[in-house]
């Protein structure tokens, strides 16, 4: 008998059986499968050239039968259709050719989906079509991240190209939505059925599509260096994080793998089981991908949620999985005004991310905007590939901005002689405008005038003898001295208000009014008298706690509209 | 052909396995980009975070972080520059008053 027909009959006897695991582990793909299944494909190329010859022998060897015994299933075409790919497929493959290996695994799973949506025997093929979705996940990241290859499938037609990453994605969550929509049980009951793997396919399907987004990153992060307008290419290209240049001018377009997200958290809220019905590596990697999602999408709050519960869910000795999940679980919170604690940075996940995370936060403590932007050039390529760069140097500016007026408040505030003035304490916002001015400069490369006086603030009046030895001159031009080289030319997110554009009264008022509005600073701006007033400082007993209140608290309380829950995140299933 | 056996479903003792030989290594930036997948499929709540301090995380994070601290060195620069242009405006403003006795109409 030869090796084919065997092959055929143990399968056969395995579907009349319905022994899904058998079937996995029986049909293999993998080119380290063991030396039989070379054989067989050494047999199918000298006896099943022709694809007649694959048919019938699939078709003989599995009848699809009308009389059943109880407990005991048949063939039915989607799987004769499955068998006869899989015998295509160890006939033609050819390992060396990625490419080609990775089109007639394609066409596999695809029959493997057909097959598995069968109403009655589908779910015999569960596993299977796991096992060859991991593998088709796993040859796609490998082709991935060989651009030399995939450069060969563009086609003309821009529109209608996809990646390689979004048509194996697209194949495997076809199996997704089949699990989705099989009804065995109730929505809360115990997964059962093809429902079992609704979170591991969309976590594939996720893997997949998050993944294929770091070589385009990098890709579009090289071209910035040769692109004048660069800033305005990273822009665009951050924050539509799963855009991608769909031609050669770099022209950005919303593809397919937003929606096909998208698509699947919404089918998910829809009809999914909930999610803590499923294993524990199901639920944590399907929080870290949601949590990324909404990170993605400036949902800092919704990724914040996710990620601290795929965290907290996740063993401590894991330790890189916890540090995969602290790289966005850290700045989402950053960006909500909750930073790590020393505890949290002691821990072995943390390590390699203290030195990204920890100065940063001293420099929003501090409202410094030059160490921080000084530290997210040191950072930037790091933070750009893991697409947090956006997100950070442009939404941490607020609270930048907040230490910086409060600061500027500490430093210049005198408070009144009489105790019981009812006089409200006020910030001059045209110091706030010269301090803003000084770090301006000092971002364009300026150099402290006199670093010796700096470090010696206590000298009998040196400001008094600066100010007469340089004939009462604009403070600047006091202070600080011009660059030898000249001023250095900043990017847009590299300047305080606009690349080098300096900063004026009106950037000052409005950047005050902004904080005022969403709450990082408390009172009014008076403009006639170009103060801002702080409002509730004898309640509070100080004007420092009214006028600066506790970041994360505000936006906590902030009101929302009435069908908004800041702890609901859709896409997330519970009891 | 391949192995008939079945594979075990996952035991507790596993990741147990896994606690005394805790994953030491320090990840490098750049490396292990991918979320990979995990070694076991399932494990109890009660070697997790979560099931301890119910789930409570504020000592993970801090929430009031103002910093009031005026004699680092950013702070001494702002001083500085604040200081100068309050004596500049202070000088400027008393060169600009002119203190030349009027005249008087007669």
């Given at each position: 008998?030869?090796?084919v027909?065997?092959?055929l009959?143990?399968?056969?006897?395995?579907?009349?059986?319905q022994?899904?695991?058998l079937?996995r582990s029986w049909?293999?793909v993998?080119?380290?499968?063991?030396k039989?299944?070379?054989?067989?494909?050494?047999e199918?190329?000298?006896?099943?050239?022709?694809q007649?010859?694959i048919?019938k022998?699939?078709e003989?060897?599995l009848?699809?039968?009308?009389?059943?015994p109880?407990g005991?299933a048949t063939?039915?075409?989607g799987l004769?259709?499955?068998l006869?790919?899989?015998l295509t497929?160890?006939r033609?493959?050819?390992?060396t050719d990625l490419l080609?290996?990775?089109?007639l695994?394609s066409?596999?799973?695809?029959?493997?989906?057909?097959a598995f949506?069968?109403?009655?025997?589908?779910?015999?093929?569960?596993?299977v079509s796991m096992s060859l979705s991991?593998?088709?996940?796993r040859l796609?990241m490998?082709?991935?991240?060989?651009?030399d290859l995939t450069?060969?499938?563009?086609v003309?037609?821009?529109d209608n190209?996809?990646s390689?990453?979004?048509?194996?994605?697209e194949?495997?969550q076809k199996i997704?939505t089949?699990?989705l929509?099989d009804?065995?049980?109730?929505?809360?009951s115990k997964?059962?059925?093809?429902?079992v793997?609704?979170?591991?396919f969309a976590?594939?399907?996720l893997?997949l599509l998050?993944?294929?987004?770091?070589p385009?990153?990098?890709?579009a992060?090289r071209?910035?260096?040769f692109i004048?307008?660069?800033q305005?290419?990273?822009?665009?290209?951050?924050?539509?994080?799963y855009d991608?240049a769909?031609n050669r001018?770099?022209?950005?377009?919303?593809c397919r793998?937003?929606?096909?997200?998208?698509?699947?958290?919404?089918?998910?809220?829809?009809?999914?089981p909930?999610?803590s019905?499923y294993?524990?590596?199901?639920r944590?990697?399907?929080?870290y991908?949601l949590g990324?999602f909404?990170?993605s999408n400036?949902h800092y709050?919704?990724?914040?949620?996710?990620l601290?519960e795929?965290?907290l869910?996740t063993?401590?000795p894991?330790v890189?999985?916890r540090?995969?999940?602290?790289?966005?679980?850290i700045p989402?919170n950053?960006?909500?005004?909750k930073?790590?604690?020393?505890?949290?940075l002691?821990?072995?996940?943390a390590?390699?991310?203290?030195?990204i995370?920890l100065p940063m936060?001293m420099?929003?403590r501090s409202?410094?905007?030059?160490?921080?932007?000084?530290?997210?050039?040191?950072?930037?390529?790091?933070?750009f590939e893991?697409g947090l760069?956006?997100?950070?140097s442009n939404r941490?500016?607020?609270l930048?901005?907040?230490?910086?007026?409060r600061?500027?408040?500490?430093?210049?505030y005198v408070p009144?002689?009489?105790?019981?003035?009812r006089k409200a304490?006020t910030?001059?916002?045209?110091?706030l405008?010269?301090?803003a001015?000084?770090?301006?400069?000092?971002?364009?490369?300026?150099l402290?005038g006199?670093?010796?006086?700096l470090?010696?603030?206590?000298?009998?009046n040196p400001?008094?003898?600066q100010a007469l030895r340089?004939?009462?001159q604009p403070?600047?031009?006091?202070?600080?001295?011009?660059p030898p080289g000249?001023?250095?030319?900043l990017?847009?997110?590299?300047?305080?208000?606009?690349g080098?554009?300096?900063v004026?009264?009106?950037?000052?008022?409005?950047?005050v009014?902004t904080l005022?509005q969403?709450?990082?600073?408390?009172?009014?701006i008076a403009?006639s008298?170009?103060r801002?007033?702080?409002?509730?400082?004898?309640?509070?007993?100080?004007?420092?706690?009214a006028?600066?209140?506790?970041?994360w608290?505000?936006i906590?309380?902030?009101?929302y509209e009435d069908?908004?829950?800041?702890d609901q995140?859709?896409?997330w299933v519970?009891? | 052909?391949?192995?008939?056996?079945?594979?075990?479903?996952?035991e507790?003792e596993q990741?147990?396995?896994?606690?005394q030989?805790?994953?030491?290594k320090?990840l490098a930036?750049?490396e292990?980009?991918?979320?990979?997948?995990?070694?076991?499929?399932?494990?109890?709540a009660?070697?997790?975070?979560a099931?301890?301090?119910?789930g409570?995380t504020?000592?993970l994070?801090?929430?009031s972080?103002?910093d009031d601290?005026?004699s680092?060195?950013?702070?001494n620069?702002?001083?500085?520059?604040?200081?100068s242009?309050?004596v500049?405006?202070?000088?400027?403003?008393a060169?600009?008053?002119?203190?030349r006795p009027r005249r008087?109409?007669?």
């Amino acid at each position: 008998m030869s090796l084919v027909t065997q092959f055929l009959s143990q399968i056969h006897q395995q579907v009349r059986n319905q022994q899904g695991d058998l079937l996995r582990s029986w049909l293999q793909v993998e080119p380290e499968s063991p030396k039989q299944y070379h054989d067989l494909a050494a047999e199918l190329r000298a006896r099943f050239s022709r694809q007649d010859a694959i048919d019938k022998v699939v078709e003989d060897a599995l009848p699809q039968l009308d009389d059943l015994p109880e407990g005991q299933a048949t063939a039915w075409p989607g799987l004769l259709a499955f068998l006869k790919d899989y015998l295509t497929y160890w006939r033609d493959v050819d390992f060396t050719d990625l490419l080609g290996a990775h089109q007639l695994l394609s066409g596999l799973v695809n029959s493997c989906s057909t097959a598995f949506a069968h109403p009655t025997y589908g779910s015999m093929l569960l596993q299977v079509s796991m096992s060859l979705s991991e593998t088709l996940a796993r040859l796609t990241m490998n082709l991935n991240r060989r651009p030399d290859l995939t450069r060969r499938l563009r086609v003309v037609d821009d529109d209608n190209r996809k990646s390689v990453a979004e048509s194996s994605a697209e194949i495997i969550q076809k199996i997704f939505t089949t699990c989705l929509t099989d009804r065995t049980g109730t929505r809360t009951s115990k997964p059962e059925g093809k429902r079992v793997g609704v979170y591991m396919f969309a976590n594939l399907v996720l893997k997949l599509l998050f993944a294929v987004c770091l070589p385009l990153l990098s890709f579009a992060l090289r071209c910035l260096q040769f692109i004048p307008w660069r800033q305005e290419l990273v822009v665009l290209c951050c924050s539509s994080y799963y855009d991608h240049a769909s031609n050669r001018n770099f022209t950005l377009s919303k593809c397919r793998r937003t929606q096909l997200a998208k698509m699947i958290f919404v089918n998910i809220e829809s009809i999914s089981p909930p999610l803590s019905l499923y294993p524990a590596a199901q639920r944590v990697t399907f929080l870290y991908y949601l949590g990324r999602f909404n990170f993605s999408n400036h949902h800092y709050n919704r990724a914040a949620l996710c990620l601290q519960e795929a965290y907290l869910q996740t063993p401590p000795p894991l330790v890189s999985h916890r540090c995969n999940i602290l790289t966005y679980l850290i700045p989402s919170n950053l960006l909500l005004g909750k930073f790590p604690s020393d505890t949290l940075l002691s821990r072995p996940e943390a390590q390699s991310l203290k030195p990204i995370f920890l100065p940063m936060c001293m420099a929003i403590r501090s409202g410094n905007f030059i160490q921080f932007q000084s530290h997210l050039a040191a950072h930037e390529t790091w933070l750009f590939e893991k697409g947090l760069l956006l997100s950070l140097s442009n939404r941490l500016r607020p609270l930048l901005w907040r230490s910086l007026a409060r600061k500027t408040f500490i430093l210049t505030y005198v408070p009144p002689q009489d105790a019981s003035s009812r006089k409200a304490a006020t910030l001059d916002l045209s110091h706030l405008l010269t301090v803003a001015t000084y770090i301006q400069r000092r971002l364009e490369g300026w150099l402290p005038g006199n670093p010796t006086a700096l470090h010696r603030p206590s000298q009998a009046n040196p400001l008094l003898m600066q100010a007469l030895r340089n004939n009462v001159q604009p403070f600047a031009e006091t202070t600080l001295a011009p660059p030898p080289g000249g001023p250095r030319k900043l990017r847009p997110n590299e300047g305080l208000i606009w690349g080098n554009a300096m900063v004026s009264y009106e950037d000052i008022e409005m950047t005050v009014a902004t904080l005022v509005q969403q709450g990082f600073m408390h009172g009014f701006i008076a403009h006639s008298q170009g103060r801002f007033a702080i409002i509730g400082a004898k309640a509070k007993g100080s004007p420092v706690l009214a006028g600066w209140p506790n970041v994360w608290q505000t936006i906590k309380e902030r009101r929302y509209e009435d069908d908004f829950g800041i702890d609901q995140v859709p896409g997330w299933v519970t009891l | 052909m391949a192995s008939t056996t079945e594979s075990k479903p996952t035991e507790p003792e596993q990741l147990n396995a896994n606690e005394q030989k805790p994953e030491q290594k320090h990840l490098a930036l750049g490396e292990d980009d991918e979320f990979e997948d995990f070694p076991i499929d399932d494990w109890p709540a009660d070697q997790t975070e979560a099931a301890q301090r119910n789930g409570e995380t504020k000592h993970l994070w801090e929430e009031s972080w103002d910093d009031d601290d005026t004699s680092d060195d950013f702070s001494n620069q702002l001083k500085w520059v604040v200081g100068s242009l309050l004596v500049s405006t202070l000088l400027l403003t008393a060169l600009s008053l002119d203190f030349r006795p009027r005249r008087r109409f007669r």
